[in-house]
């Protein structure tokens, strides 16, 4: 296991288009959690799952946003109708319920234009 | 609401010296705090972490120093080297909830 894999590392999009990000979280972790990393800020968090019940949102996450795990093993992060604000880095990390540290991915960069 | 604040913002140590980044929090339902350091291009790597239950915690170069009266936490460098050179996140976790509270992060240059 090589840790948590992020796809793609780049997204540039144009701003009202539809974006999906994928995240494979290390395979014993039943937690995975989406944060979002403006630069120069450090990591607000998304949203968290464990296996593949999304338990917690945060009031960042508009409803353009959408986040799934459907097997409890890899997850995607949607966004819809993309603004030009949606520019950042989006982390994805896990972990193992019960143990407190968390694994991020190195993160999908997104540039609306 | 931020409720984990972080100074300085920037460090610039010379190389050998002592790195001091400082946090301040408000819940005292946080439970854990650990310091994360994050390189351009990658994703933040845990470095270090304490829990309230005691003073100071050391692996290393890297201590932690914890207040629990002050709700303050601090990291400190020893010997400074130029691959320390980062962001450095503080950050909390509460027993309540699963999700890791950072802060607004250092950048920390190393000069050589």
């Known amino acids: 296991d090589t840790g948590v894999s992020q796809n793609p590392r780049h997204k540039i999009t144009k701003r009202g288009q539809n974006v999906t990000f994928r995240c494979d979280p290390i395979s014993e972790h039943n937690r995975l959690y989406w944060y979002r990393q403006t630069l120069g800020q450090g990591p607000e968090f998304l949203t968290y799952?464990?296996?593949?019940?999304?338990?917690?949102k945060s009031r960042l996450l508009s409803d353009r946003f959408s986040a799934e795990r459907p097997k409890g093993s890899f997850s995607t992060l949607e966004i819809q109708r993309t603004e030009q604000g949606d520019s950042a880095m989006y982390l994805c990390a896990s972990s193992l319920e019960g143990t407190y540290g968390y694994t991020f991915g190195s993160g999908t960069r997104l540039t609306v234009v | 609401q931020q409720q984990v604040k972080q100074s300085p913002q920037s460090l610039i140590v010379q190389k050998g010296g002592i790195s001091i980044i400082n946090c301040a929090y408000e819940?005292?339902?946080?439970?854990?705090f650990p310091w994360y350091q994050q390189f351009p291009g990658k994703g933040p790597a845990l470095l270090i972490a304490?829990?309230?239950?005691?003073s100071e915690k050391k692996e290393g170069r890297f201590t932690i120093s914890f207040n629990k009266s002050a709700k303050q936490f601090s990291l400190h460098i020893m010997d400074s080297q130029p691959g320390d050179s980062a962001t450095y996140f503080c950050a909390a976790r509460g027993s309540s909830a699963s999700k890791i509270i950072f802060g607004s992060g250092t950048r920390l240059s190393i000069r050589p």
């Open positions: 819940n005292t339902a946080f439970d854990y």
């Open positions: 304490i829990r309230p239950d005691v």
């Open positions: 799952f464990q296996n593949e019940a999304q338990l917690e």
